[in-house]
């Protein structure tokens, strides 16, 4: 048989923007680099941080392996139950109605990522609205995500006013209120990515007031519960309010970022549903969907979670380390605001310090963005966004003085 390519026409795809950033900056020789683009938490060093509790029970699990009391077998198809339980009372609260009356079902995926994906192919199923809303601007794997699913009628809100850098609710109210009935909604539970800037109370109040009359379905990507004050139950409060109006609805949890699991995968489905055998149901769909795909999830990670957030003393050191990460990300916030502002750079810098989480819109514009690169060696996204964990007290004033630099330079005025 003559020898042939078979996927000769087979075309290439750029590599993700994000990690093309991160590998360019490995690339980099330079020894003043600076990487904002990684979507992952530094310690005032610039280093991975291994919390001192994950750090604890991985010890205990590994004692456990050693003895013979723990193993590697397969999970059921729908993971640690003891973990998706765990997860879910974390988001809606210990003491909700929903979680008593058993109408809330919890299943292991592969983190965000997998928890968006299983979410939004349960609902192409079985959900009978298939036009999906997500935010302008929103986190890139959203559009993906519902396109891989099936979804064709995906639609965006408008959410973030760039002349003011902060959310633009009139506009977002206006495009819900015109949504079809039923339509699916992508919100951010907090710590909105990429922008950082984040709806308050009375805002979610009446985002919700007007899904409610247009019978709109929340969706929940909850990826940074405790990034946006440093405090995991001020940060579920968006759900929480929505599942107390008595809305069915879906969230999508990781804890790669608030356990610093990153590549453990442990991430859930949490679904309130209207009653318990709905609950039950749903449950015995989601795993019909997970057998072909992952089969079953991987049990580190979800082990180490469960097992810290069913122990009081455990949960309340976790419940520190987030703390700590949240209260150094707004430090670093106020420094680069402070040292912006006593550079004179031009514009309004507040929406430094008025975002919140991981993640800045700086309102750096591409050309300024490609010169902090090329002269200054600092690497962030070209929407202007950075990571605000790359900032450290020791490089925080050279990437202001980089910032002040490229907004000064005479070709972007």
Not at 78 to 91: I, N, Y
Not at 215 to 226: E, I, S
């Amino acid at each position: 048989m003559a020898s042939t390519n078979l996927f000769k026409d087979v075309p290439l795809v750029p590599t993700d923007h994000v990690f093309h950033v991160m590998a360019c900056y490995n690339k980099d020789k330079d020894p003043s680099k600076i990487n904002l683009g990684v979507g992952a938490y530094r310690d005032n060093d610039g280093k991975p941080w291994v919390l001192p509790v994950v750090s604890k029970v991985e010890t205990q699990l590994a004692q456990g392996i050693a003895d013979g009391t723990l193993n590697h077998e397969y999970l059921g198809i729908d993971g640690l139950r003891q973990f998706s339980d765990a997860a879910c009372k974390l988001l809606l609260g210990g003491d909700h109605p929903a979680i008593a009356q058993n109408r809330v079902c919890g299943i292991q995926s592969i983190s965000g990522t997998g928890s968006v994906f299983l979410g939004l192919k349960f609902l192409y199923q079985f959900y009978n609205c298939k036009t999906a809303y997500i935010s302008k601007p929103t986190w890139g794997n959203h559009l993906k995500t519902l396109k891989a699913v099936g979804f064709t009628d995906i639609r965006e809100y408008r959410y973030y006013k760039a002349e003011t850098c902060s959310v633009d609710f009139d506009a977002m109210w206006e495009d819900l209120e015109k949504a079809p009935e039923g339509s699916i909604i992508v919100l951010h539970e907090c710590a909105h990515n990429p922008t950082g800037v984040d709806l308050s109370h009375d805002q979610w109040i009446k985002i919700a007031d007007i899904m409610k009359k247009r019978q709109l379905f929340p969706y929940f990507d909850t990826a940074y519960q405790g990034f946006a004050s440093g405090d995991v139950d001020e940060d579920a409060w968006a759900v929480r309010y929505f599942a107390s109006q008595g809305f069915e609805l879906i969230a999508a949890q990781s804890f790669a970022k608030n356990f610093g699991l990153y590549n453990e995968r442990a991430g859930n489905v949490c679904v309130v549903t209207s009653d318990d055998d709905c609950a039950e149901r749903i449950r015995s769909q989601m795993k019909a969907l997970i057998r072909p795909m992952w089969s079953n999830p991987p049990n580190h990670g979800a082990r180490i979670v469960a097992t810290i957030l069913c122990n009081d003393t455990l949960q309340a050191e976790w419940r520190e380390c987030v703390h700590t990460m949240g209260q150094r990300m707004l430090q670093m916030r106020q420094a680069l605001f402070s040292k912006l502002k006593e550079l004179g750079t031009p514009g309004t810098w507040n929406h430094v310090i008025d975002q919140r989480g991981m993640f800045s819109f700086t309102g750096l514009n591409l050309k300024q963005v490609r010169r902090l690169t090329e002269k200054h060696h600092i690497y962030l996204l070209d929407s202007g966004r950075i990571n605000i964990c790359g900032l450290t007290p020791a490089n925080v004033e050279y990437v202001a003085r980089a910032i002040h630099d490229v907004v000064t330079h005479k070709d972007e005025v």
